[in-house]
């Protein structure tokens, strides 16, 4: 560490050093020499690529894992490069990280927070992983973000929706891309406002657990401030896979829109019943009936098939976009895996070309540098346009995409249409919004571990 | 020894010299050779294997002993992390008050279940049990952690944060789950050669209680109480004609078993201070059977064995990636190379589950005894051949 001097102030300095080394436990397998834990030794750095392989997230998460691998490649030199040709900040050069080369491991989330977090410490504490990345469902990302803060690494967050992740729970060490319930909310109304009119009487089924209450919650305060009426919120068991017995009441309420608070399956399930108990074909209040799907994603959307047919939802990034970023990402996505990524996947993908830049510009792997180099960073040319990573609350700020399941589908993956870019200022709140913990939320000091 | 007789003292011994060397004997490859990635010695899965081991051991006594096939073990386990997380959350980062808290919430709790469910037998107390866990469950994933009253914080998972009271801590003590104020993280890195070692204080401390609760089992495995169980698993109905009240006896069994799946999970939250819902989800319930059953019911080290291989395929096999086949066959020409990806890949990485359920088949068909039976096996395959072999040597050849 230190050259040792034999003068009596030099002994005294290193044996004082040597005793604190000593008392201080050494968390993880950090070595007493390194200044952070996992510091990369060698010519190689390790990041962990935790998301869920196996249960009901698989499909997102395999799709994650494929574009974490192009990021790889891309930093590695190999491939087209992607979006590090059209990426505003031009610290990484294709040759890995901060000249290491990058390798990764991969573990699977299971979308349980104990498995999640068991193969989160095994990435740590056995791979030497300097960061983590990824994961499906907020859950599992509140519970690996506390890990990774409590370990001292960077943990860039994949596909979590809820407010909580960078609300209440938010942390030094965690980093979310993805947008969340509140920005839904905020980009949805308008356009609802606009394409269905003002005096709407909404009817909510939601999904009882955590995330289902934030977005609940969300949509109900936006579309109020719009002047709709909320007619009843319905909390849905999760295991459900049958909702016909919430869909009758909807009607007899006398509510004229279906706002459903599910993911995934669940989503997938109660707009079928939905659509089969025929109400987009009624009239209620004089006006024709229709449904809202806060969340979308391009595998839900495949899911449901024909029964998302001109239902509005709103989406992190869709592989249709037309600026540079998005273009660059699809084309090497496609030619390597001959399908068009998720909007997951691009967040995924972003995440590590985020982490390894702002190495870069910090200029070493610890975690507090790399944490100040994305703290307040603008940066465009990752497909989701201009966006700011607020320094207050470690979360993204750019345009949310309102979106429409396609009427006329030209091809298999064609199965959602942009309606509406919502500006960035739209869905910009204060860092201390009750929604996200108010004013006793806080990030805490950045720990870098050892 | 331990008022053990010689062979359980001896089965004793070995599981002692195992537990206090398997930072060694799971870490047999050097860390930067190619085999690492079988390395199993870090902290993390080591404390999963010794308290599953332990939620395994429990279980083992009811279902080995009595027979009684709970389906809903895992919600004991999970009440005992939640109890351990709000000790930590009111009171103070020890373990102690929060293990002996846990295994105290547990032990009401499954008086509780295991007072109705032990009404019925066979399937319907099976069906029973795991209604209860499922009930559980939802009740912790969603209908209590509603705003309003907030016991189990739902999907999220109950956690300590800076704004909990903790009454008892103050300055100085580690702001984690720590003994006395020795953290339970703290690890120490021996390296050797290549080779790296950790010894990590959670897991040792975790070990201890492995084997406390494997001493036990033997006790009542070898008791007189231990003989009633295994009576009444081989003929109930006989029991309760000569004149005897069964079930205090399987509620007695119930409830230490409860007990012991909540000393894992106290433990377990103690490693981590953190308890999810999904602790108490049907699957966790399924695979305390399936370890049970893989390592051999009715014995003594199967269920420990069982919980080892399930943790070690779950954390290990389930890292195995495409990129890392890729490595191991780089030697192969190209062709060859993918075609051996190809093959592999379906059993490794996301297929971890596949691959263990086809061990699982195999043990059942040929091994219905489970990996003890296999070790039995192979044992006597030895010695029937240095049985055979004496012979030979004593026998005379006849001179050609």
């Known amino acids: 560490m230190t050259k040792s001097n034999f003068t009596r102030r030099g002994v005294l300095k290193t044996g004082a050093g040597a005793s604190a080394g000593l008392a201080m436990p050494m968390f993880f397998t950090a070595s007493s020499a390194a200044a952070y834990t996992n510091e990369p030794k060698g010519g190689t750095v390790t990041l962990g690529f935790n998301v869920p392989q196996t249960g009901p997230y698989a499909d997102e998460g395999n799709d994650e894992l494929l574009a974490q691998q192009l990021a790889v490649e891309h930093l590695n030199g190999e491939g087209d490069g992607g979006c590090l040709n059209t990426f505003t900040s031009k610290a990484l050069k294709g040759n890995g990280i901060l000249g290491k080369k990058v390798t990764f491991v991969s573990g699977d989330t299971q979308t349980k927070s104990d498995a999640a977090r068991a193969s989160a410490k095994s990435m740590i504490e056995k791979d030497g992983a300097i960061m983590v990345n990824g994961g499906s469902s907020s859950g599992v990302a509140v519970a690996v973000q506390g890990l990774c803060q409590d370990a001292g690494i960077i943990f860039m967050v994949g596909l979590s929706h809820s407010n909580d992740t960078t609300g209440k729970d938010r942390k030094a060490n965690g980093f979310r891309h993805f947008f969340n319930a509140y920005q839904s909310g905020a980009a949805l109304a308008p356009v609802l406002a606009k394409e269905m009119g003002a005096d709407r009487r909404a009817y909510h089924l939601t999904a009882d657990y955590t995330w289902g209450w934030t977005q609940e919650e969300s949509i109900v305060a936006s579309t109020e401030a719009m002047g709709w009426e909320t007619v009843n919120t319905v909390k849905t068991p999760l295991a459900s896979t049958d909702f016909s017995s919430y869909i009758a009441p909807v009607i007899n309420a006398g509510a004229d829109v279906l706002v459903l608070n599910h993911y995934g399956g669940n989503m997938v399930n109660s707009l079928t019943n939905a659509v089969q108990f025929g109400l987009l074909d009624k009239v209620v209040n004089g006006k024709d009936f229709q449904i809202v799907v806060p969340l979308y994603s391009e595998l839900m959307a495949a899911g449901a098939g024909e029964n998302i047919k001109g239902v509005l939802g709103s989406m992190n990034w869709n592989w249709q976009l037309q600026d540079e970023g998005t273009k660059a990402f699809v084309k090497s996505f496609g030619e390597k895996y001959g399908k068009p990524p998720s909007n997951s996947a691009q967040t995924c993908y972003a995440q590590v070309l985020l982490y390894a830049d702002a190495c870069e510009r910090a200029g070493t792997f610890n975690p507090c540098g790399v944490a100040e180099a994305l703290e307040g960073f603008e940066f465009d040319g990752l497909g989701n346009g201009k966006t700011l990573y607020r320094a207050e609350d470690h979360q993204c700020f750019k345009d949310v995409l309102v979106v429409r399941g396609t009427q006329n589908p030209t091809n298999q993956y064609d199965t959602l249409e942009i309606v509406e870019v919502t500006p960035v200022e739209q869905v910009t709140y204060a860092p201390n919004h009750p929604m996200f913990g108010g004013d006793e939320a806080s990030l805490g000091t950045c720990n870098p571990g050892a | ?400």
């Open chain 2, 1 to 400: 020894m331990f008022g053990l007789n010689k062979k359980d003292g001896t089965l004793f011994l070995i599981v002692i010299a195992m537990t206090l060397l398997a930072p060694f004997i799971f870490n047999p490859f050097p860390t930067d050779s190619a085999m690492a990635q079988f390395n199993a010695g870090y902290p993390d899965l080591l404390q999963r294997f010794v308290i599953f081991g332990i939620f395994a051991i429990g279980f083992n006594i009811l279902f080995g002993l009595t027979g009684y096939l709970s389906f809903g073990h895992a919600a004991f386990l999970g009440v005992g992390s939640y109890a351990a997380v709000w000790i930590f959350k009111l009171f103070t980062y020890n373990v102690v008050p929060a293990i002996i808290f846990a295994v105290i919430v547990a032990a009401i709790f499954s008086v509780l279940i295991g007072f109705i469910s032990l009404r019925r037998s066979g399937i319907y107390f099976s069906i029973l049990t795991l209604a209860f866990a499922q009930m559980s469950f939802a009740l912790a994933y969603s209908v209590l952690s509603n705003p309003r009253f907030n016991l189990t914080n739902g999907e999220t998972g109950l956690q300590v944060y800076d704004a909990d009271p903790q009454m008892f801590h103050h300055e100085g003590l580690p702001g984690m789950p720590h003994l006395f104020g020795l953290p339970m993280r703290a690890t120490h890195e021996m390296t050797l050669g290549g080779w790296a070692f950790n010894f990590n204080v959670g897991y040792y401390f975790s070990g201890l209680f492995m084997l406390l609760a494997f001493y036990l089992a033997i006790r009542i495995f070898r008791s007189p109480f231990g003989m009633m169980l295994r009576a009444i698993k081989s003929n109930n109905t006989r029991m309760t004609y000569t004149g005897l009240n069964a079930k205090p006896y399987t509620l007695a069994a119930f409830v230490v078993s409860g007990m012991y799946a909540g000393l894992a999970g106290g433990l377990l939250a103690a490693m981590d201070p953190l308890a999810g819902a999904e602790r108490m989800f049907w699957t966790a319930s399924g695979e305390v059977v399936l370890m049970t059953i893989l390592g051999g019911a009715g014995t003594l080290i199967g269920p420990v064995l069982g919980a080892g291989l399930i943790k070690y395929m779950e954390n290990i096999v389930s890292k195995i990636n495409d990129n890392v086949l890729h490595q191991w066959f780089s030697f192969m020409p190209d062709g060859l190379e993918d075609v051996m990806v190809t093959l592999i890949h379906p059993f490794v990485g996301k297929g971890w589950n596949l691959t263990l359920g086809m061990i699982f088949v195999l043990v059942v068909i040929f091994l219905p005894g489970g990996l003890v039976e296999g070790g039995q096996r192979i044992a006597r395959l030895f010695r029937g051949k240095k049985a055979r072999e004496a012979e030979k040597s004593t026998q005379s050849n006849p001179a050609e």
